[in-house]
């Protein structure tokens, strides 16, 4: 089911929002201000973000960037009652994918949302080789014959890893790539658990080798079973 981020500090709205679009069977959750919107982008999945620019403390322009900042692809639209055009271009400039104004019609909004999921879903064909297949439609990891549905972290690694399989990629590139300026000793240990993560998915550690001080290194061959592809 597709999980909306509604982030909107007027509570009639966004509760209004959210009833709106669960009944469309959207899975919806809310956030009032740009520091808890950051927090639960943070730790949890989103397809999408409605977020509005007004907020209390951080704003919308502040929190999109931010998010971009950090690795964090979820599509954005922003919601806002400034249709000035400089708005729009800093809105879109800060790494939103699409900009409504305020007032808007829900028929509308809905429509923007298919229209994006649509166009994210085109995006990439599922990668298929002798061992396993990687979905990016629905982030599924397929393989022997269990299929698994990560994290949006877990199949950015693993997108790196399946483009150099058989090469070592430097864990300073995959931090880059998936976190983006964000690089402390946390993130590398965080990277190590969704490494390990992987591994516990394919059936054995050797799947992703280490290599200390360099990076990791993806060996599907070590896979014996038949994939379900």
């Known amino acids: 089911m597709t999980k909306i981020l509604i982030v909107e500090d007027d509570l009639d709205l966004a509760d209004s929002l959210a009833q709106a679009l669960r ?15 950051s927090y639960f982008a943070e730790h949890n999945e989103y397809d999408l973000i409605l977020l509005d620019i007004n907020l209390p403390g951080k704003n919308g322009f502040e929190l999109c960037s931010e998010l971009r900042k950090r690795g964090d692809q979820t599509l954005i639209i922003m919601l806002t009652r400034r249709s000035d055009v400089k708005d729009r271009v800093t809105g879109l400039d800060s790494g939103a ?23 994210q879903s085109k995006h990439g064909m599922p990668i298929k080789n002798d061992y396993f297949v990687l979905n990016p439609q629905t982030r599924e990891f397929c393989i022997n014959n269990h299929c698994n549905r990560l994290s949006s972290k877990e199949f950015a690694i ?25 690089k402390n000793e946390l993130l590398s240990n965080t990277l190590e658990v969704h490494i390990s993560r992987l591994r516990k998915m394919a059936g054995d550690k050797k799947f992703i080798s280490s290599f200390t001080n360099a990076g990791y290194m993806l060996r599907p061959e070590v896979i014996k079973k038949t994939i379900n592809a």
Request: proline share 5%.
């Open 23 to 37: 009944r469309k069977e959207y899975e919806t959750e809310c956030a009032n201000t740009g520091e808890q919107a």
């Open 97 to 119: 994918d699409d900009y409504l104004p305020k007032p808007f019609s829900m028929f509308e909004l809905e429509a923007r949302i298919r229209s994006l999921l649509r166009r």
């Open 158 to 182: 693993m997108k790196i890893l399946t483009q150099q399989i058989g090469r070592v990629v430097p864990r300073s590139k995959i931090l880059s790539c998936v976190w983006g300026e964000q």
